[in-house]
């Protein structure tokens, strides 16, 4: 079998467990990871929960550890174009056959805990496990670890981390974690173990009150954005914006950060005061100003309201909750001078629409409706009819199929604009699946 079959195989194995199938229990992936010999013992970890902001704070973590001489392995989700994207070793993503090897090495002990267990392991256990092993034969020197939905039960739990990353929380994912910030707070609070240092965004105070007590309970050391890290400053800079952050370890001036919006600024103070929190800088020692800077200017975040055509400019960002879509709103009201701007939006049946549209609707002249791949999304009439209602029949538009939906979206940003198309844009969002599906069209 060629490596791109064997891959392709590995690959349709993994889908067949329900690539949306979820079971909070963590029995079935610390029995799988026992018969790998605890993999995720083999390195320190940093490990993220969150609400917005998880994936982009882990790869500027990654980054900052690369620009240290360290080996990094990163695991996020979910993916844009292909799984291999999950499981990062030293800022790429594994290669189709060494994904694969991994999967050969893992199936067996899998197959073993599924015939013992009511339910067999997830698509997400599987890449978990796969991931810890990838990291331990590599070796990494460290991993950097995004949970995959709140924390205390999640599969990436197992690790029990020297340094936990709290991102901003917000309602998200409420059906499986609760109604409030509290219980999502709660949740999430679950990935502190003792002694752990934990790095938090500024928190609204319902969702700092659980992070703060299992501290306290644990025996977790805090720090705090806005105490003792954050941001000091920022402009707006060609290709992203240039910052000033008061790390852990005193002042970082003159920073360059690839990425747009005060909330990219905000992500960048965390992983600052993670990788000084992991690498030992505080009161009295701060890191080297000029590795800071290299690793921040090497970050990306694809899908973060990343462009990728111009003339007219097209913009794709995950938005997928009101949280997110605010932080991609101000964004775009603040550093991108738009004549005319048109969004693609396809979203989720289970996420807020409605909230979402409200947001747009200031900044977007015209929305096109759209219906993403994943079997859980909206149909497009039912988001058409919630458009209908907040922008106007005449300002809304729709298209069954994805290609059509941006070819409409570009005729649309295009019309009626004389001469030079620099002020006008697409921007395609609602979910990280509408992104996946724009970018593999769009990427190409």
């Known amino acids: 079998m060629t490596d791109r079959t064997d891959f392709a195989a590995v690959e349709a194995e993994l889908n067949a467990r329900g690539f949306t199938r979820m079971v909070f229990e963590l029995d079935r992936i610390e029995s799988l990871l026992d018969l790998l010999g605890s993999p995720q013992r083999a390195y320190p970890a940093i490990h993220l929960t969150g609400t917005n902001g998880k994936t982009s704070t882990a790869r500027m973590i990654d980054s900052l550890l690369r620009a240290f001489g360290l080996h990094t392995g990163r695991y996020t989700s979910p993916h844009l174009e292909t799984v291999r994207e999950r499981i990062s070793l030293d800022g790429?993503?594994?290669?189709?056959?060494?994904?694969?090897?991994?999967?050969?090495?893992?199936?067996?002990?899998?197959?073993?805990?599924?015939?013992?267990?009511?339910?067999?392991?997830?698509?997400?256990?599987?890449?978990?496990?796969?991931?810890?092993?990838?990291?331990?034969?590599?070796?990494?020197?460290i991993a950097v670890v995004e949970v995959g939905l709140g924390g205390a039960e999640d599969a990436t739990n197992v690790l029990q981390a020297g340094v936990c990353v709290i991102t901003p929380i917000g309602l998200d994912h409420t059906e499986w974690l609760g109604d409030t910030l509290q219980d999502i707070a709660l949740a999430k609070a679950g990935i502190i173990h003792p002694g752990a240092t934990v790095i938090s965004a500024a928190q609204d105070e319902e969702a700092a009150g659980p992070l703060l007590e299992r501290c306290a309970e644990v025996g977790a050391t805090v720090a705090r954005e806005g105490g003792e890290f954050g941001v000091l400053g920022r402009a707006v800079a060609v290709g992203g914006q240039v910052l000033s952050l008061q790390g852990l370890g005193g002042v970082y001036d003159d920073v360059f950060i690839p990425l747009h919006g005060a909330h990219q600024a905000q992500n960048a103070a965390v992983a600052l005061a993670a990788v000084e929190a992991f690498l030992g800088a505080g009161a009295r020692r701060q890191l080297d100003i000029e590795a800071v800077r290299e690793g921040f200017a090497s970050t990306s975040s694809p899908g973060r309201l990343e462009r990728v055509r111009n003339a007219p400019t097209i913009l794709l960002d995950g938005a997928h909750n009101p949280h997110g879509m605010k932080a991609t709103v101000t964004a775009l009201q603040e550093e991108f001078a738009f004549s005319k701007l048109v969004a693609v939006i396809g979203v989720l049946a289970d996420k807020d629409a409605e909230a979402l549209l409200e947001l747009l609707e200031p900044v977007v002249d015209h929305v096109v409706v759209t219906r993403n791949s994943s079997p859980r999304a909206m149909p497009t009439e039912e988001l058409a009819a919630l458009a209908a209602e907040i922008f106007g029949d005449g300002r809304v538009d729709s298209a069954e199929e994805m290609p059509d939906a941006i070819e409409l979206a570009v005729a649309l940003a295009e019309e009626d604009v004389p001469g030079e198309l620099s002020g006008v844009g697409v921007l395609v969002t609602g979910s990280v699946v509408t992104v996946a599906d724009a970018r593999r069209l769009l990427k190409r």
């Open 92 to 141: 790429e993503p594994v290669s189709e056959e060494r994904f694969a090897a991994v999967y050969r090495e893992i199936k067996p002990l899998a197959e073993l805990i599924d015939a013992r267990s009511d339910e067999p392991l997830t698509y997400f256990d599987m890449t978990t496990a796969l991931a810890f092993a990838t990291f331990a034969d590599a070796p990494v020197d």
